[in-house]
């Protein structure tokens, strides 16, 4: 599917020089960016998660800890 992005000047030329550096196209580098942006999402919800998991269980023990 064809998309047009619309960058400003600055955003152009970081794009330009992510290119350069990595050896990969401008449209490579946009949809490595993409698949990283999504994998941090996933992580930091399955963060999320395990943090609610570990409060529900053990929340009562970190309050008590934290009151001594």
Do not use: C, I, P, T
């Given at each position: 599917m064809a998309m047009n992005l619309r960058l400003s000047d600055a955003e152009q030329d970081l794009l330009d020089r992510l290119a350069r550096r990595s050896g990969l196209?401008?449209?490579?580098?946009?949809?490595?960016?993409?698949?990283?942006?999504?994998?941090?999402?996933?992580?930091r919800a399955q963060v999320e998660r395990s943090l609610d998991w570990a409060l529900d269980r053990y929340g009562d023990v970190v309050r008590r800890l934290g009151e001594a």
């Open positions: 196209s401008k449209n490579d580098v946009l949809r490595q960016a993409l698949v990283e942006k999504a994998a941090r999402e996933g992580h």
